[in-house]
């Protein structure tokens, strides 16, 4: 007889910071690891990652079988490399790259990395090496310059990590309430020769807004002829790449605007891949160095290898090339629509509650950013706290610099967050909002916070 629960991991508990002295059986280390896990929330109930909780069960089977190839081994998995190759052109020609050949994959400047984190790092990378080369081409020393990078002050903190791992000097442009994207005007007096290159977002996290990328770069055009400074842009499309092409495939951000130089995107947000895929890619080779390009044949083959993970699992590339397959630019577009109607189905169900001031709708991508609206003895915070109670996760949070005094509730609307699960959200939202409104005047919870599954 072998009981599940009255057996061993009832009477003597597994050490939690140091391995245990002996093996236990198969069986009971899942159900000791799965019943913890339990205590997690949903994946599917939190509205506070962008990151992708749902794909279909035969992307789910292919994941699972390829979790032990190698992405860096391509002489040993040719067939993996080649998909690898193939997604990351599909990715540069969803963006209008230059130079492409649809029988050569390998026309495509860019690589696939872990997340837009990783993307991030090459891009600046390859802005200051870029900038190095210009500063000793005009017989300076770039040692004795500080590069430095403008950028919002709305960007993902993987561009702080990036200018402070690489040393550069981050010109964060402040926001102001209603205004939280940046403009041309603030770019212009903020870029010089030691700028390597402009951020622009398209989508950001605090709000989902799309920064004004095609004004900008209009901005830096003039400068260029006007004054000889040639200031790169790149666009941090993390959130967006893969839902503006097809939610407004007119709009110019990309590399149809020639002063965009490199674009990242993730993967695991609205490429609709679960976590652990991003891509950068280039307008054309000449903009990533031959430096930054390593080669290297222990593994059999000669490899040029440009990212900061060696080791990776070569899974996530094939969810990844399984969604393009599946679903070609219609599902996309579809998917894409459908998500937008709901972000803005709940906006307008916000607005009939009289209680927020709605700052994006989900027109822009699917994320809905709102506020309260005029005096309340309640917080957004208190909103957020008390929906946790029915399992919701809808972060609160203040906004950055130059409008921190301000606090927002956001929705990220992803694929398998269906129209049924909207109006459970409106329904216990309105059941919040009505405790609240009883209960707050009172003062009940001025002082504790008390914690509620």
């Known amino acids: 007889m072998s009981p599940a629960y009255t057996g061993r991991l009832s009477t003597a508990p597994v050490p ?43 992307a789910e089977k292919l994941m699972a079988e390829t979790f032990d190839k190698n992405m860096i081994d391509k002489d040993e998995y040719p067939a993996t490399a080649a998909i ?4 990351v052109s599909m990715v540069a020609d969803l963006f209008h790259a230059d130079d492409l050949r649809d029988d050569d994959p390998s026309s495509a400047c860019g690589v696939s990395t872990i997340g ?11 802005l200051k090496w870029r900038w190095r080369e210009k500063i000793e081409a005009d017989g300076k020393d770039w040692r004795t310059h500080t590069p430095n990078l403008v950028m919002g002050s709305n960007v993902q903190v993987v561009w702080e990590k990036f200018c402070r791992y690489f040393d550069v000097e981050p010109r964060y442009l402040p926001m102001a309430e209603g205004r939280y994207v ?7 007096a903020n870029v010089d020769e030691d700028t390597i290159g402009v951020v622009g977002i398209l989508g950001t996290t605090f709000t989902g807004e799309l920064e004004p990328i095609a004004e900008i770069c209009a901005a830096l055009d003039q400068l260029a002829q006007d004054k000889g400074l040639d200031i790169p842009v790149h666009v941090d499309a993390a959130s967006g790449g893969f839902v503006v092409p097809f939610l407004h495939p007119h709009l110019e951000w990309d590399f149809r605007l020639p002063r965009v130089v490199s674009i ?41 290898t440009f990212t900061l993970n060696f080791s990776r699992p ?3 590339v094939v969810g990844q090339y399984y969604n393009f397959l599946r679903l070609g630019r219609a599902g996309y577009a579809q998917i894409m629509h459908c998500l937008s109607d709901t972000a803005r189905w709940i906006g307008d ?29 309640y917080t957004e915070f208190d909103v957020s706290h008390a929906l946790r109670a029915y399992g919701w996760q809808v972060p609160a949070y203040t906004m950055p610099e130059g409008a921190t005094d301000i606090a927002v509730l956001r929705v990220v609307v992803r694929e398998g967050f269906s129209a049924d699960l909207a109006r459970a959200l409106r329904d216990d939202l309105i059941t919040v909002l009505n405790s609240l409104d009883e209960l707050k005047p009172e003062g009940q919870f001025d002082d504790v916070q008390p914690f509620a599954h």
Not at 32 to 52: K, P, Q, Y
Request: aromatic share 8%.
């Open 84 to 87: 690898e190759a193939r997604t």
């Open 349 to 377: 169900e916000l607005r009939k509650s009289e209680h927020f001031e709605v700052i994006t709708d989900g027109s822009a991508i699917p994320v809905l950013a709102c506020r309260l609206k005029g005096k309340r003895p």
């Open 182 to 188: 940046i403009t041309p005007e603030q770019v212009l």
């Open 16 to 58: 939690s910071l140091r391995l245990p002295d002996d093996p236990m059986d198969p069986q009971a280390a899942y159900r000791f690891i799965h019943d913890e896990l339990m205590l997690d929330g949903s994946s599917r109930l939190n509205l506070a990652t962008f990151v992708t909780t749902w794909m279909d069960p035969e």
């Open 264 to 304: 990242n995107v993730s993967g695991h947000k609205y490429g609709l891949t679960y976590p652990g895929i991003g891509f950068v890619v280039w307008r054309s080779k000449e903009h990533l160095p031959e430096d930054l390009v390593f080669r290297v044949n222990y593994l059999g083959g000669d490899m040029p």
């Open 116 to 126: 837009s984190s990783e993307a991030v790092m090459l891009a600046g990378l390859a």
């Open 314 to 316: 070569g899974n996530q």
